[in-house]
């Protein structure tokens, strides 16, 4: 495959469990930004409870600041009819629903079974259909749940048949903890282009072990329509332990770009606002192209 | 492909540009550690001019401590004929003569041209042959010069074409700096199959830019027959300028033992000694696993 398309998810993902806190102004910049590299998706915020993720209680504040137009696409996260109407109301492109495939990781990150997020993931979809909102539903914990362990790829894949039967315009596979193998994102990718052979698919890695990028590779070589990465790599869900960074968008571009395949981005306006991040955030960030810079020079 | 070998490297590649100096007695541990974790080649000393490479100025005196039999094969780097009777002396089982494909790392990294170096590499063919010690060739910054930029796959190939005239046991392409794409492993490792259909070919991964893990799983496809890697990571070419370390050990055994790829290597004591390692070095090293744990646990 010789193009994909990249969402950057560092304002939401990213920042959802940094410690240092951003501005709003400064997310807004986060945001401008990648836009001005070429970005064309941007999950901004989230709209969940900020008792529960305070780091996005700005959502509303993000989305009426944010530049609109010149094609670019905001999405924000949802978990249920609350947060889809927050979301309508902030005005955002796209809804990215998730569904979580494990019991014990659904409870603990959304507060509800998986029964439950399927049915909200039916009413959102419903929603967004009225309103004209665009849908992602994404699968979390695909490749691996921090608290029951290996998930079957059948676990997976019946899943993402309930949730196709609301009629995602997309529909993406969450290696939330960072377990996955190149060779899960090939039976899954694989399971969904039989299941659903019109839905694009979109991949969200973490690079908790390493595997983040081979996955990406993977997932290219399998037909994904669009990857997630962070600036800097930061990121990690707040409910799964020892859950790290997502995998760079500086890298993951510099792949992609030495590999032929287009993106629209360009690699060095991002390699400098992932060093401006690295500022922003007070640290040291885990992708590894602001070190050791890109090649050739 | 189920199965691949793997060469640990930390030893040699790893230490040698590592700033904490290890005892002859530490080298020799981190060597045992790694054969009782399964690993059944060694990348144990270099035979260099220890003015320039201080870190290994030990090599006989490791090569005199460790472990003989048990099918474990030790392998010292040398570079010329001095080198050469050094590696003999401390009967090793297999000498790794490295070729670098560019006059000006070639230069730099061992004081010669490329067609020297050539040179050099069928004289120590020849007295390998002779005393009956395995041969390895090495192409080094074959992804990738840090001095003259993009290297060709024609002068990678060419090169090769040039030291298989001396018929090593084995031919290694090394991404010395980690610039390295995995659509690269696909066409240089393609090209030595045409190339050299008999001849087992080894690759040696940099993750300097997070490509490194991408690219063993890339040529764990084409048929690779020995990765090697580094514990914890660590490791770099002192006459590279920002070269960082190889592939983890632990994290590269993590994805291949998820992926079902037999390596006869067990994960659990490996990362029990990378955190050894990270302790006598006494810093965080840059392999994962040691932080984020295997998973499922």
Chains 1, 2 share one sequence.
Not at 152 to 164: E, F, G, H, K, Y
Not at 263 to 273: D, R
Request: proline share 6%; aromatic share 4%.
């Amino acid at each position: 495959m010789r193009s994909v398309s990249l969402m950057e998810v560092a304002p939401r993902d990213g920042l959802q469990n940094e410690p240092a806190e951003l501005s709003t102004r400064d997310k807004v910049e986060l945001i401008e930004r990648s836009i001005a590299a070429g970005v064309r998706r941007v999950e901004a915020v989230s709209f969940v409870n900020p008792k529960r993720v305070p780091r996005m209680a700005d959502a509303e504040d993000v989305m009426a600041a944010v530049p609109r137009g010149a094609g670019v696409s905001y999405t924000g996260l949802v978990l249920n009819p609350r947060g889809m109407r927050r979301a309508l109301e902030a005005a955002v492109d796209e809804v990215n629903a998730v569904v979580v495939v494990t019991e014990t990781l659904s409870q603990r990150n959304q507060g509800c079974g998986v029964d439950e997020a399927v049915r909200n993931w039916a009413g959102i979809a419903a929603e967004a259909r009225a309103a004209g909102v665009r849908t992602t539903v994404t699968l979390a914990a695909a490749f691996g749940c921090p608290f029951e362990g290996e998930v079957s790829a059948a676990t997976v894949l019946d899943l993402a048949a309930r949730t196709l039967e609301s009629g995602p315009d997309e529909i993406a596979l969450a290696d939330t903890i960072g377990a996955g193998t190149p060779d899960q994102v090939e039976t899954l990718l694989g399971g969904l282009a039989e299941r659903a052979p019109g839905v694009p698919t979109r991949c969200h890695f973490h690079n908790t072990r390493n595997t983040g990028y081979a996955n990406a590779v993977a997932a290219l070589r399998y037909g994904v329509s669009t990857l997630d990465a962070s600036l800097g790599g930061i990121g990690g869900c707040p409910f799964a332990p020892n859950a790290t960074g997502n995998i760079a968008s500086e890298d993951l571009l510099y792949t992609l770009s030495r590999m032929g395949v287009r993106t629209g981005v360009e690699l060095e306006p991002l390699l400098e606002s992932a060093r401006w991040l690295g500022d922003r955030i007070g640290r040291e960030t885990p992708g590894l192209l602001p070190r050791a810079g890109a090649f050739p020079n």
